[in-house]
């Protein structure tokens, strides 16, 4: 019996890379299955996904073959193979293309000549699926981003996918809304035996959901045991807490609030209703929170970006803070360029300027490829880094820094983890907001939890 | 009846045509006052905030002043002479013109705010979907990228306030700044736009001429409007024709005529003018209604 996806000997080398990301890669994959692929940041997992289909693939030279039910893909025409197969990419702002979700779900299918009335059932019956229909009317750019991702779905399953690939899509997700996404995920899976094969590095978190897990590596797939499946997603904040405990700290604070209380409409409700808050010299702090409980809000107020109605806020030192997007801090091509460009706005000469810049590329082991590269060519994590060579050099004696965490990999978080120690030896408090309680148990050594308008 | 939103977007489209055309090819200074006076009714029925309204009304004022005194510096005829500038004449008549067409311009941007707020992108997509698709994705594509253009722009900038970028005085020196923002949001955006491409592509963009999932009933509501719009329209058009509600401001401002069509001609402009607020407010009775009945 032919298999749902087979994919024999497999190469592929990006148009401007100089090797290939896959080389040589086999996978056989049965009708319904759920598959996990693992592989750390650059192992072409991404790649694998979007080569399978050739509407996906991006500029590149290939060699081996894709069979869908035993068919070479290349011999299915256009508009079947889209049909057939659905990607959802990792970051839903790049994949999500009209204004309004209604418009969104209808994309695909107005692309295939679908007729109106069939586009509008399988739009209401989606709707009804996915629990979205609250969110029919609503513009795209008023959702959070757990519902953009969701809505990323629901219109990759309007074609009524055979098999659906999704390319790290919790990535920007909470871990509660990461839970709900696979969910849902499941659903699809179980009710219409879609294959389905998802792209994720929290393999310890999620593989007990899948059939079989499959890694990427030097540009081959290859099963792996998954002995350690089951372990589930840690939304619980009790070690959280254990963290106060441990912090000896007793040196002055260097950010002191004081009943501090918020809100964005006067006859609204306070989102910040009485903060006391004292963070010691060079700690890390880690503020958790459900999503919309104000934990954004409360750093806006730290950097005086929103004016609290009530409450003093004291910062022994200078501020900097780092925003969810790390790439808004640069405005130059290059990281090398835009520090340049920022010391001698800070009035450096240029040979200061670069003795400073090659002090701190050693401190934060920014390689020159890392330097001289265009900031969008970077990594989550490259792109971190620099960012908080920046926030050096600005001077910052407290760093802030939201949601860090947001599209790194593990290895990418254990070394910001390791950055924020390092920084907090040298007397540089650090405070970030986050929902990721492994990452705040690795960096944090005092944390809290906003919730009903106050910090626990 | 219902809520203004609720009509065809062909309904809307035929409405508002005409509203801008009477409005701005009028040239009597009460068609022009019952134009203004209807938007700004139409948006406070509407639910427009009392401030946002009272902003509107004020920076108005404010417009339809301005424009009356540049136009007293264009415009030179009229008899009454205010005084003498550069061997011109200053003339109470030219500042009147301005101040009328400073109501017109005002109107018409008024109207705009309120269609604004009872269409949406879906009005648009409906209307050109079947006939130019093209023109539809591309407006809804834009409209996609726009907020987050701005919004890319605005956290850029208040990143690099925060880094202190900004302390340097010199109006050169943030100009430059704010640029280098500015392009380094435009090169992100490109970016964002190619790789929006590309998932048009794999999305079946182009495929084949695509269908269109936008429907919406024509409703007997739908005719009745675009009856009495044609009828309000005709006995307007007529009126203009035989200049029975003609006036003239210069040289002094006066009625040239005040014939057999003007009394038709100004119930027309009115029930025009003030439909829009009127099927609002009515909308709001039945909707209160609605609730006393249930309770």
């Known amino acids: 019996m032919a298999k749902k996806l087979r994919i024999e000997g497999l190469s592929y080398r990006y148009a401007l890379g100089g090797r290939n990301v896959l080389d040589g890669a086999d996978l056989d994959v049965e009708a319904g299955e759920k598959i996990l692929l693992a592989g750390g940041s650059g192992s072409g997992k991404s790649t694998l996904l979007k080569v399978i289909s050739p509407a996906t693939m991006p500029r590149g030279t290939v060699s081996g073959r894709v069979l869908i039910d035993g068919t070479d893909v290349n011999s299915i025409p256009r508009a079947e193979i889209i049909s057939k197969v659905s990607y959802v990419a990792q970051n839903p702002e790049t994949q999500i293309v009209v204004d309004t979700v209604y418009g969104e779900l209808a994309f695909s299918c107005e692309n295939t000549g679908i007729s109106g009335v069939e586009i509008r059932r399988r739009i209401a019956w989606t709707a009804t699926y996915f629990g979205i229909e609250s969110l029919l009317k609503r513009r795209i750019s008023e959702l959070s981003g757990g ?8 219109a990759a399953i309007m074609l009524k996918p055979e098999i659906l690939l999704l390319d790290e899509p919790t990535t920007y997700l909470d871990p509660v809304a990461a839970v709900r996404f696979l969910d849902l995920v499941d659903s699809i899976n179980r009710d219409f035996g879609t294959t389905v094969i998802v792209a994720e590095h929290r393999i310890s978190e999620f593989a007990g959901r899948f059939d079989r897990v499959v890694k990427v590596e030097n540009g081959k797939v290859t099963d792996i045991e998954t002995d350690f499946c089951g372990g589930a997603t840690d939304v619980f904040y009790d070690k959280v807490f254990s963290l ?3 912090n000896k700290n007793e040196s002055a604070p260097t950010v002191m ?33 459900g999503n919309g409980c104000g934990k954004t809000t409360f750093l806006r107020c730290l950097t005086g970006e929103l004016k609290p109605q009530q409450g003093k806020i004291k910062i022994d030192g200078k501020l900097s803070a780092m925003t969810q997007n790390p790439l808004s801090m640069f405005i130059e091509e290059t990281v090398r360029k835009d520090l340049r460009f ?4 800070k009035g450096a000469t240029g040979k200061e300027a670069d003795e400073k810049i090659r002090e701190i590329a050693k401190k934060l082991e920014l390689t020159d490829s890392v330097l001289d590269s265009h900031v969008l060519d970077l990594s989550g994590g490259e792109v971190e ?7 050096i050099l600005a001077g910052a004696d407290v760093m802030l820094f939201d949601e860090p965490t947001k599209g790194l990999d593990d290895t990418a978080k254990k070394r910001l983890a390791e950055l924020m120690r390092t920084l907090s030896g040298e007397g540089i408090t650090s405070v970030f907001v986050t929902h990721d309680i492994n990452f705040t148990l690795a960096a944090a050594d005092c944390a809290g939890v906003l919730s009903g308008g106050t910090i626990l | 009846m219902h809520r203004f939103r609720n009509y065809h977007p062909i309904t809307k489209l035929a409405f508002f045509a005409v509203i801008f055309a009477i409005s701005m090819f009028t040239e009597n200074p009460a068609v022009r006052g019952m134009s203004l006076v209807g938007a700004v009714t139409a948006l406070a029925a509407g639910g427009t905030p009392l401030k946002r309204l009272l902003k509107y009304i004020g920076g108005g004022i404010v417009s339809v002043l301005l424009i009356g005194v540049m136009n007293c510096f264009i415009a030179h005829d009229g008899k009454t002479i205010l005084f003498d500038l550069l061997r011109r004449h200053i003339t109470l008549e030219a500042f009147y013109y301005g101040l009328s067409a400073g109501v017109m311009i005002v109107g018409v941007a008024m109207w705009c705010v309120f269609i604004t707020d009872e269409t949406d992108t879906e009005d648009l997509v409906m209307t050109l979907g079947k006939v130019l698709p093209f023109v539809s ?14 919004k890319k722009f605005r956290e850029t900038l208040s990143a690099q306030k925060m880094l202190g970028i900004f302390e340097s005085k010199g109006y050169f020196k943030r100009a430059l700044i704010i640029s280098k923002v500015f392009m380094s949001v435009t090169e992100r955006s490109v970016e964002n736009a190619m790789d929006m491409a590309s998932t048009m592509k794999a999305r079946g963009y182009g495929l084949v001429r695509r269908a269109s999932a936008r429907h ?6 739908d005719t009745d409007l675009l009856l009495v719009t044609a009828f309000c329209a005709a006995f307007i058009a007529v009126g203009e024709k035989t200049g029975d ?19 038709p001609m100004i119930v027309a402009c009115a029930l025009l003018f003030l439909l829009p607020a009127g099927q609002v407010i009515d909308w709001r009775i039945r909707w209160q209604k609605s609730f006393e009945s249930k309770a």
């Open chain 2, 137 to 150: 994705v591309v407006i809804t594509v834009t409209l996609r990228y726009i907020p987050e253009i701005i």
């Open chain 1, 147 to 154: 519902q953009k991702q969701i809505v990323s779905l629901a």
């Open chain 1, 385 to 391: 880094r620099a960012a908080i060579a920046k926030l």
């Open chain 1, 244 to 246: 106060n405990g441990k």
């Open chain 1, 342 to 345: 920022f010391l001698k706005r």
């Open chain 2, 216 to 221: 919406k009933k024509w409703r007997e509501s």
């Open chain 1, 257 to 289: 609030v004081r009943n501090l209380a918020f809100r964005y409409d006067r006859n609204g409700q306070n989102v910040l209703d009485g903060v006391d808050l004292l963070i010691p010299k060079g700690s890390v702090f880690a503020l958790l929170g």
């Open chain 2, 245 to 263: 509600f003609g006036f003239a401001y210069y040289p002094s401002p006066a009625f040239v005529k005040f014939g057999l069509y003007a009394i």
